[in-house]
């Protein structure tokens, strides 16, 4: 037995060492071997080869198969090196995006935020699965090459080459349809939304001028086709933060719940909607010194930095009126003023032509007229010498030395909050009271203002930043003053007639709308707009959706809601105090210079008392003045404006932002830092 066992074994050892000869016989023709009588040998060279050469060869025959089935697939398929560099994108995705292959094959990945490093940075989120070799499903809005955007569920799967490293990116991609609910995924859905809109939620990565360009494509008419750009735009805003995430969950879990659990998250909604949890998480600002200087000094009150020299405001208000100028009708006023106010209406309205004729006293004349159009005097019933009164009191308190925040700035603010309260949606949404308010804000918003920061008051100590603990001091110091000034003479008391419950409305309501114009708060207000008024009403006119209502009671109850129509009014006058740059080229370069010399102004006085310097690129031998107005309109106007307009339909002001833009940019790419280019030789 034992001898047929050796003769049997011997057998299959020879039939294996013929085997592997016959398959290393085709193997040298690839590669050199030495022949080897070990049965051993032979086995572990054939491993090396199933592992190595064999499958490779398997795999590159399989590629045009795999290749095929891509080109095949109705998904959108995207795949990127380990530096997020585009390698390969499939027809669907091509006509998704509108993107051309050629046109993004070998260019970086440009839906994800820059880091310091130069490589694309994925938000925390999606690091921490992928960079550990797990995929991540979730959901952002992509933007086409049109400039839309597209909401898309979306699975990043890393890629594992040789040594164990991630060498590839691939990411599939579906469009949501947001009119169906998903029942058979809720559950994946719930997961998804809470990660919503990785694309854009972080201002680490601020949208680029092309965004801003993509404005001046859109009509100045208000078309239906411009009011969809606008809709969908809002929807894509780097403006996210993470309340609005919650909110987004819940709005989905209210989709498959019962009536009774739905009606609870309305609640809850309400809530949310209503407390201070919008403020954005806000990145480094792309390292740009003028984004940087220009949010620190205008987003913050600033740190007391102890200098040794405490710098004190003091201004006596002018309470008397025996020094004012003889009071003056609307039936007196000269001719010349009268026919420069003849279009006031109009958004191109001259306002520094009527600072010229007025010798710097526009508000008085602009307000008179302003106030007589919205019947202001019959609201309040007040005289008309009151109000006359009242004006010429509130503007002999700005300053005339300031190049930007006097008179001329308030009259500029009111003629925008005017022609915004003629606009159709926003008279559908605000009452006389708030209109009323809107108006009086306008004027008041800026009175006595000292030509500096709140960040330089705090710093240098003054009298206004003790006064208000260095907490919003100079719009806390506007309202006060203005009702000091009104309440304290009776014979420009414009509000001495009124019911005392009406004149606490209407004064809560004033104050609340200065207050909105303080920087710190912009992105929350922007944000809350956005999230409680522009969304639930983007919804009704993309889906016909009423939400147990028709349409119109839907449209009605969004925009009646005491809190909502708060929000407008905020919005308002914020979009009314920063629209220069949505006037008129000419408009927008006055006052860029204007403003450029007030921070000149302040820098200057900052180094000469040896203050801490909030704005150093504002140095007037230095400053570039395009580089502030493109870092100022892309971080502060843009997202801002498009909301505005989505919801009041102002085409014409986007328009003019982008060709003011346009000229900025055009400004600097030429390396010129002043306001206009050199005249021609």
């Known amino acids: 037995m034992t001898s047929q066992l050796l003769d049997a074994s011997e057998q299959i050892a020879t039939g294996a060492r013929s085997a592997c000869h016959r398959l290393l016989y085709l193997y040298r023709k690839h590669k050199w071997y030495v022949e080897n009588p070990s049965v051993v040998a032979c086995y572990n060279e054939l491993v090396q080869l199933e592992f190595g050469e064999v499958r490779a060869r398997f795999k590159l025959r399989a590629s045009s198969a795999i290749f095929t089935a891509l080109e095949q697939c109705q998904e959108c398929i995207e795949i990127t090196s380990e530096d997020n560099i585009i390698q390969y994108v499939n027809p669907t995705f091509e006509g998704m995006m509108g993107y051309q292959r050629e046109e993004l094959i070998g260019k970086e990945l440009t839906q994800m935020p820059k880091s310091d490093k130069n490589k694309a940075d994925l938000p925390d989120t999606i690091n921490s699965y992928i960079k550990k070799g797990k995929e991540w ?8 090459r049109n400039g839309d ?29 947001e009119n169906k609910a998903d029942t058979a995924g809720f559950s994946d859905r719930l997961q998804v939304e809470s990660q919503t809109e990785i694309c854009t939620s972080k201002y680490k990565g601020r949208r680029k001028s092309s965004d801003v360009r993509s404005n001046t494509s859109r009509g100045s008419d208000g078309s239906n086709q411009a009011r969809r750009s606008s809709i969908a735009r809002i929807h894509s805003m780097t403006i996210e933060a ?13 989709e498959n719940s019962s009536d009774g659990v739905a009606e609870a998250l309305d609640r809850v909604l309400e809530i949310l909607r209503t407390t201070e949890l ?27 930095k102890l200098s040794g020299n405490e710098y004190v405001f003091t201004k006596n208000a002018q309470l008397s009126l025996s020094h004012l100028p003889v009071s003056t009708s609307l039936n007196d006023i000269p001719p010349r003023i009268t026919e420069l106010m003849e279009n006031e209406q109009a958004w191109d309205f001259d306002i520094f032509e009527l600072e010229a004729a007025t010798h710097k006293r526009p508000l008085v004349y602009l307000g008179l007229k302003t106030l007589s159009r919205f019947g202001v005097c019959e609201y309040l019933n007040c005289s008309e010498s009151t109000f006359r009164s009242w004006l010429q009191v509130i503007e002999a308190n700005y300053h005339s030395s300031n190049s930007y925040h006097n008179s001329t700035h ?33 004027i008041i918003h800026d ?20 006064l208000y603990n260095d907490t919003t001091v100079l719009e806390s110091h506007h309202a006060a003053l203005a009702f000091q000034l009104t309440t304290r003479n009776d014979k420009c008391n414009i509000f001495k007639n009124m019911e005392r419950n009406e004149y606490r409305i209407l004064r809560q309501a004033i104050i609340d709308m200065v207050f909105a114009t303080e920087m710190t708060k912009h992105f929350e207000h922007v944000n809350k707009f956005v999230n409680s008024i522009n969304k639930p009403l ?37 979009c009314a ?28 006085e900052e180094k000469q008392k040896g203050l801490p310097v909030v704005m150093p690129v504002f140095d007037r031998k230095t400053c570039s003045i395009p580089k502030s107005q493109i870092s100022f309109i892309d971080y502060f106007i843009t997202d801002m404006f498009d909301a505005w307009d989505a919801f009041a339909d102002l085409p014409n002001l986007v328009q003019h932002l982008g060709t003011n833009f346009k000229y900025w940019k055009y400004l600097d790419e030429q390396n010129l830092s002043s306001l206009r280019p050199p005249p021609e030789q």
């Open 242 to 254: 993470p309340i609005t995430k919650v909110i987004n969950i819940i709005n989905v879990a209210q």
């Open 137 to 144: 499903q979730g959901m952002y809005y992509g933007r086409k």
């Open 538 to 574: 983007a919804g009704l006119e993309e889906n016909g959706i009423g939400g147990g209502r028709s349409n119109e009671d839907s449209f009605s109850f969004i925009l009646s809601s005491t809190d909502n129509r708060t929000l407008i009014k905020r919005m308002l006058i914020k």
């Open 577 to 604: 105090d920063v629209s220069n740059p949505c006037r008129p080229l000419q408009f927008c370069i006055e006052w860029a210079g204007r403003i450029s010399e007030e921070y000149f102004a302040q820098t200057d």
């Open 410 to 442: 308030a009259a500029d603010v009111l003629h925008a909050t005017a022609y915004f309260l003629n606009k159709e949606r926003i008279k559908q949404s605000l009452d006389r009271t708030d209109e009323v308010a809107a108006l009086i804000a306008a």
């Open 278 to 304: 919008y403020s954005p998480q806000l990145g480094n600002k792309d390292e740009d010194p003028h984004t940087s200087d220009l949010v620190d000094g205008l987003m913050s009150d600033g740190l007391r």
């Open 149 to 177: 955007s597209i909401r898309q569920n979306v699975r990043i799967m890393p890629v594992i080459g040789q040594g164990g490293k991630i060498r590839h990116y691939v990411s599939i991609k579906t469009p949501c349809n």
């Open 447 to 466: 009175v006595d203002h000292p030509g500096r920061t709140n960040s330089f008051l705090c710093n240098a100590g003054s009298e206004l930043a003790l």
